[in-house]
């Protein structure tokens, strides 16, 4: 049952700031940039495992990834100043994803 619960908060979250941004753009960018995700799953891994270790481990690994990941927004920020399609910029922004992650997972085993 809590399975189905997140798959219903996350689905209906991500539904509806997908809808906003065909009429408000910029807000859906801001209500997606926020740690929703964060203030979602963190509760809910807590309830869940039950362990405060494991939840403040996620916590960490989290703060971590926010600055790595915005590698994936840069070559779409970089388009019309190096000419890419949207696609390009897509391909371009998941291989800088696969390196980000690369740079997280050895950061994160340092702490």
């Known amino acids: 049952m809590l399975f189905i619960l997140k798959i219903l ?3 209906t979250v991500i539904s509806f700031v997908s809808w ?15 740690p929703l995700q964060t203030m979602i799953v963190l509760p809910l891994s807590r309830l869940e495992h039950g362990d405060p ?7 960490k690994s989290i703060l971590l990834a926010v600055p790595v990941s915005m590698l994936f ?3 779409f920020v970089l388009a019309e100043t190096c000419g890419l399609s949207f696609w390009q910029s897509y391909g371009i922004a998941c291989a800088l994803l696969l390196l980000g992650f690369g740079v997280h997972h050895v950061i994160a085993h340092m702490f």
Request: net charge positive; glycine share 8%.
């Open 20 to 34: 906003l941004s065909g009429r408000l753009p910029i807000l859906a960018g801001f209500i997606i940039a926020l």
């Open 53 to 59: 270790a494991k939840t403040l481990t996620l916590a």
């Open 9 to 11: 908060i996350a689905s």
């Open 73 to 75: 927004l840069l070559p």
